[in-house]
């Protein structure tokens, strides 16, 4: 049948050569496809998706012959679920240079037209070059070798800005890479069955603790003390990861930490939202026994004033609210301050330094202990010790403020015949107990007598891992506590002031331009290529 009349030489089925090929350095074809999205379709530089492809047995390895950018251009099969690009039925084929691809040329014997099929998955254990062929030789039509390719592999030609593609987390391992071979890409079929950078980050993250703060009015403080205390914990977890990558292989390559102090300032800038907190309840509690202490002072009154106190009150209370404002200015820096000197992350990165240079590593050991509820409340009492004094000028504000309104009463009051009460000496003293101040209560919303009192939230924390969480009984924090600190702790260390700019030793002398001394005798002063200008006269 083959010699009769209904054979057609030119039919495609008589002459199907299969092929099997490697995709070369991206280089010689990335030029043909953009890296990101475009207006016209008129300025795609190449003509579709298409590949060089340097065949097996038909191209020379090590490009002595036939160099990667006369290779012939290879169309891509598409299979019947990706669609041909009507109708938005369309796929992006996934090839990377160092694919090794099969297919068949469209041309038959011809070997001109080649189409891609599919692609062949390399094995984990195949070590991938980190190099291409046009940079390395190894392997050519004389010499064996291993041909596999690194799809991040550096080209002879680097690419530019956004096009620069480097390995995702996702594709980064956790193993060490053989001395003398560079990277740690999982690049193979079963690549997302090993563990990556990736993993061990969301793993992280599963287990980083998250605040809860209880709404409760009389646990608020307890709950912001127990939310500072969480806020440590991730901070000496990240130092702890960050040190550990120091010599460890697998926390280096999924660290997220790259300066200690930064991740502190994070972190203290966290923690202030939580003293806030403490410091509202503070004054909320000045604020309650200034106006319980003033009930005097309005009894004593002439009924006739009374209105006008209650506008002194409403002064009072916004100035209460302005200083106690004005004390969370800089309160990032001085916890900032409180929390390097109590890690000194300088100290323990040097330690880590010293122990790998001596060759005695710590991989695995904790660098930091646990943090204890002690630990947040001292930090809190030094953060309040450091305020002392801002908080004494608040109350000292106050009272002057106070004062010089009922020395002008008294005077006014002091010719009304039978009135002989001294009001100023009715003015409460608003220095209280700083444990009452932090377990002061304000209102408690109970209508009817009868109400059963709400239960209060149990979960202070939660991961993403296990849900929510308690603290145990034993480390619940204690107001007490933070007030004994702020008598025996040393004051938070002040945040250091940046130093203004100055000129280096270096630098010459500066001396007058001769044109100044125009100005100086009143001429006009001629500036370089800007003409003459007149001298300033003043306003």
Not at 221 to 248: E, F, M, R
Not at 259 to 274: S, T
Not at 305 to 331: P, W
């Amino acid at each position: 049948m083959e010699g009769g009349t209904l054979f057609n030489p030119g039919f495609l089925g008589s002459s199907f050569p299969w092929w099997v090929g490697q995709i070369p350095d991206d280089s010689t074809w990335r030029d043909n496809i953009h890296s990101g999205k475009y207006d016209d379709k008129n300025s795609i530089p190449g003509w579709g998706r298409r590949y060089k492809v340097r065949i097996i047995g038909l191209h020379d390895q090590g490009e002595d012959t036939i160099p990667s950018d006369q290779l012939p251009w290879a169309q891509v099969m598409y299979p019947v679920t990706a669609g041909g690009g009507q109708a938005g039925a369309k796929q992006t084929p996934q090839i990377r240079q160092g694919n090794m691809v099969f297919g068949f040329f469209l041309d038959g014997q011809e070997r001109q037209v080649p189409v891609i099929m599919g692609i062949l998955g390399n094995n984990s254990q195949t070590t991938l070059s980190q190099k291409n062929s046009t940079v390395d030789n190894s392997v050519t039509d004389t010499q064996p070798g291993s041909i596999a390719k690194s799809g991040y592999s550096d080209g002879t030609k680097e690419k530019e800005g956004s096009a620069r593609e480097t390995p995702p987390d996702s594709d980064l391992g956790v193993t060490q890479p053989p001395p003398g071979q560079s990277g740690a890409t999982n690049e193979n079929a079963d690549g997302v069955h090993q563990t990556t950078a990736a993993d061990t980050k969301r793993q992280a993250k599963c287990e980083e603790k998250v605040v809860l703060l209880k709404p409760d009015p009389d646990q608020l403080v307890q709950s912001a003390l127990k939310g500072i205390q969480t806020a440590i914990d991730n901070l000496v977890k990240k130092i702890d990861s960050y040190l550990q990558a120091l010599q460890s292989y697998i926390d280096a390559v999924s660290n997220v930490v790259d300066e200690i102090q930064r991740i502190i300032n994070d972190i203290a800038c966290e923690i202030a939202k939580y003293m806030k907190i403490i410091f509202d309840k503070i004054m909320e509690y000045v604020m309650k026994e200034l106006n319980k202490g003033l009930n005097a002072v309005v009894a004593a009154l002439p009924s006739s004033q009374r209105y006008q106190f209650a506008d002194m009150k409403q002064v009072l209370t916004e100035l209460i609210l302005c200083l106690y404002n004005k004390m969370m200015e800089g309160l990032c820096e001085k916890i900032e301050g409180a929390l390097t000197d109590a890690i000194n992350p300088e100290q323990l990165e040097q330690d880590v330094l010293d122990a790998i240079e001596n060759n005695d590593p710590i991989v695995g050991c904790p660098t930091n202990p646990i943090v204890p509820m002690c630990y947040a409340e001292s930090i809190t009492a030094q953060v309040i010790a450091s305020s002392q004094g801002e908080i004494d000028s608040a109350n000292n504000n106050l009272i002057d403020n106070l004062n010089a309104y009922l020395e002008d009463m008294n005077e006014m009051l002091a010719g009304i015949e039978g009135y002989i009460s001294d009001i100023q000496n009715l003015i409460p003293d608003i220095s209280g107990s700083l444990t009452s101040a932090l377990s002061f209560t304000n209102i408690k919303l109970n209508v009817f007598g009868c109400e059963l009192t709400p239960n209060v939230a149990v979960s202070d924390i939660y991961t993403f891992c296990s849900g929510g969480d308690s603290t145990p009984p034993a480390a619940t924090p204690s107001e007490k506590s933070v007030a004994d600190g702020v008598e025996t702790q040393p004051a938070a260390p002040a945040p250091p002031s940046e130093p203004y700019v100055e000129p280096t030793k270096a630098e010459p002398t500066l001396e007058h331009n001769p044109e100044d001394k125009r100005v100086e005798a009143g001429l006009p002063y001629v500036g370089r290529n800007v003409g003459p200008i007149a001298p300033f006269s003043g306003i």
